[in-house]
Each structure stands twice: as structure tokens, then as C-alpha cells.
């Protein structure tokens, strides 16, 4: 059974694949939902918005409120409340009375919710288990993420094309609320040595602990580089671009494919172990560049298909290794607000990548800017290994024994 003979943590688990499923049908469901309704693409634009704003604004209170208040229960409370958000949303939509203010309320309330359920997720792991185990934890994780991104869409596309996209949402808000109850059997104490100051200054603390904490925050920033060159040439780029070579079709299966990598690694990750854990991510984060550079110079199948697969098996290392290196090195105390400052400087890159491809590749070519961005997104992965520090950190799985997030 490996990291799930722990109870807890096999609670934890079964209620986190659950509530993937269902968040993964919701961004397809709701995208139809909204456009039958509204016969247009502005009001999906807003609803969309609306989400993500109230997320990065909140996202370093929730971090505070992770490391200062028992985890599973700001998981408990935050997954029902967005399971409540997500019925109400489906039963405006099942109902056919379809109202943009309405939608927009309940989907701000679900961003500010997730900007609480975040940081709490990715600080829990380390109280359900030993320290020796984290990897294997965290490989698990990871699978269970990318299984619910390969089948939750095609669910999704079901209950869309045949009883409509309000009953994969209200699908959605039923498995928050299973996870919430889920929750309720893990009772886990507050982190040792969590701030009682107020949430503002355990922010503060916390900035102050970034900074500190050198090779964190190297990462951070060039992750934030990363996901600039990543969504701005793979998710706007890559679809114009095999338009006109691929076909729609081929261009499905590549996704697939680089999915199918992530997965493969999921397990692969959970049986093999490295000493120098965060070398080894850094160095396959940078393969993702290479379908970006396939895509700018020579965009066929066969050869984007095995750029895609690389990509996907470094991401899927380098995903594993990020979460062990960061639970194993920070402490149980600070463990939520630095993974809220992580999580920050990754979203923050998503919309400038997002709004900047567009005007670059009207200015210099779809392909140049495409082959540029996977240059720049390799070179910034592995920026962060000129430094000593992150170069020579060693993966620590010996030190097991007891549950390393301070509970």
C-alpha cells in the first residue's frame, strides 16, 4: 500500500480525486453553459475574470490563514462553501434563468474560496505523512491530478452534448461538498509554532521569510518567466499554429500525448528517488521548451508528438520534485504562505503570456515567437542552477519517522 496504509492520508487522497474529477468538468461545462445562455463570448470572458481576480488578490491572506488555523479545517469549510457556490450556479443554469450578475457573484465567491483552499492543500501533505514518504505522496498527488485533466473534459463533453453543462457543474459542487465531509476525518492540530499575531502580520512574516529563503525565491521568479513563455506560445500560439499545418484533430491528440508523459512520470516518480531532487526537476522543466521550439521551426505530428511526450514526462519530474524539495526544506509553520507566494508569482505569469503572444506574434510571426519562448523558457528553468545553493540542496528521504509539517 506504500503512503496509503497511512489513513489519513488515503482520506486526503480519495477526497482530493474526487473533487479534481469535478473541477475538471466545470471549466468546459461552464464555457458552454454560459455561451448557449448568453449567445455571446463577452459574458464568459467576465465570469472567468471574476474568478481568477479575487483568487490572486487573496491568495497571500490565505496562505496566513492555512499556517495560523488547522488546515483541515480551513479545507473543510472551504470546500463546502465552494460546493454551495457551484449548486447555486448550476441551478441558475438548469433553471434557465440565466443572469451575468449572478454568475459573476457566485464565481467571485468561489475564487476567493480557492484562494484559501490552495495554500492549505499544498501545506497539509507533510501532517499525513512521514517525511521519508513525501515523494511517493506527492507522485500520487500529481497522478490524480493529471488523471481527472484527462477524463474529467471528456466527462464534461458527455453530460454537455446530451443532458447539458448545469448538471456537470452541479456534478462539480457535489464533489466539494463530499471532499468537505471527507475533511471532517482528519482533525489535524495547528502547525507548531504558528503565528497567533492576526493574519496581516503573518503576511508580513512571511514576505520576510521569502525573501530569506534564497533559493525559493530564485525558483519562484523563474517560474514566473516560465509560464509566460509556456501559455503564451502553448495555449495561444499552439492552436493558430496547428490550424494551419496540423488540423484541429492532430492537435488534440498532441495534449494527449504530453498528458499521457505527465502520467507515465506520476508513477515512474513514486518508485525512483535522486540526492539531488531540485537539479533534476530544474533540468526537466527546461524540456518543456521543446515543443515550443518544434512549433516555431518544423511543426509536424510524429516529430511535435515526441516533443509534447519529453515535455511531459520533464514537467511530470519536475512538478514531483518542487513539491518534495518545498515540504521538505520549509517549515510546518511557514509551509502554507510560501507555497501561497509560489503559487502567486505562477498565476501572475499566466495572463501576461496569455495577452502578450498575440501582439508578438503580429509583429514578428506566429513561429519566431514560438521557437523564442521555448529558448527563453529554458533558459529560465535552468537559471536557478548557476546558483550554489539550489545546485548542490540534496533530497533528505532518510529522514523519516514522524510527520514533518509540525503537527
Known amino acids: 500500500m506504500g503512503v496509503l496504509a497511512s489513513r489519513r492520508f488515503a ?19 461552464l464555457a458552454f453553459a454560459v455561451l448557449d445562455a448568453s449567445r455571446g463570448s463577452g459574458d464568459l470572458g467576465i465570469v472567468l475574470a471574476s474568478n481568477m481576480v479575487p483568487m490572486l488578490a487573496l491568495l497571500l491572506v490565505g496562505g496566513s490563514v492555512a499556517d495560523r488555523f488547522p488546515r483541515d479545517l480551513v479545507l473543510r469549510l472551504a470546500n463546502l462553501g465552494s460546493g454551495a457556490t457551484q ?64 477524463a474529467g473534459p471528456s466527462i464534461a463533453g458527455v453530460l454537455v452534448a446530451t443532458v447539458g453543462g448545469g448538471w456537470a457543474i452541479a456534478a462539480d459542487g457535489l464533489s466539494f461538498v ?15 509554532d504558528s503565528s497567533r499575531a492576526g493574519v496581516l502580520h503573518g503576511i508580513r512574516e512571511g514576505w520576510h521569510a521569502f525573501r530569506r529563503i534564497t533559493w525559493l525565491w530564485q525558483i519562484v521568479a523563474a517560474f514566473t518567466v516560465v509560464n509566460i513563455a509556456q501559455t503564451g506560445v502553448w495555449q495561444v500560439l499552439g492552436p493558430t499554429i496547428a490550424r494551419a499545418t496540423l488540423g484541429e484533430a492532430s492537435w488534440g491528440a498532441v495534449l494527449s ?6 502520467l507515465i512520470t506520476g508513477a515512474v516518480m513514486y518508485r ?28 509536424g505530428f510524429v516529430v511535435l508528438s ?69 529558448v527563453v523558457l529554458a533558459a529560465a528553468a535552468l537559471v536557478p542552477l548557476l546558483s550554489p545553493v539550489v545546485r548542490k540542496m540534496r533530497h533528505t528521504p532518510a529522514e523519516a519517522g514522524s510527520p514533518s509539517g509540525g503537527a
Open 11 to 29: 482520506v486526503f487522497f480519495g477526497a482530493r480525486l474526487v473533487s479534481l474529477l469535478g473541477s475538471s468538468m466545470t471549466p468546459v461545462a
Open 87 to 150: 449548486l447555486v450556479a448550476a441551478a441558475v443554469l438548469l433553471t434557465g434563468n440565466y443572469s451575468l450578475p449572478f454568475l459573476v457573484c457566485t464565481e467571485f465567491a468561489n475564487g476567493v474560496l480557492t484562494a484559501f483552499t490552495t495554500p492549505a492543500l499544498r501545506g497539509i501533505v507533510p501532517q499525513l505523512v512521514d517525511r521519508g514518504l513525501l515523494r511517493q505522496a506527492n507522485s500520487l498527488m500529481s497522478s490524480a491530478r493529471n488523471i481527472s485533466k484527462v
Open 178 to 192: 463530499g471532499a468537505g465531509l471527507a475533511f471532517s476525518f482528519l482533525r489535524l492540530p495547528p502547525v507548531a
Open 257 to 262: 500525448v504530453r498528458a499521457a508523459g505527465v
Open 272 to 299: 525512483v528517488a535522486a540526492r539531488r531532487l531540485l537539479t533534476l526537476g530544474q533540468v526537466c522543466a527546461a524540456l518543456s521548451a521543446t515543443p515550443l521550439i518544434v512549433l516555431g521551426t518544423s511543426p
Open 306 to 374: 515526441a516533443a509534447a511526450l519529453v515535455a511531459g514526462l520533464g514537467g511530470g519530474v519536475a512538478n514531483v520534485a518542487w513539491e518534495t524539495t518545498v515540504q521538505e526544506k520549509i517549515p510546518g509553520h511557514l509551509l502554507s504562505r510560501m507555497a501561497a507566494y509560489d503559487d502567486f508569482g505562477s498565476y501572475v505569469g499566466i495572463p501576461i503570456g496569455q495577452l502578450s503572444a498575440g501582439p508578438l506574434a503580429s509583429a514578428f510571426g506566429a513561429g519566431p515567437v514560438a521557437t523564442a519562448g521555448g
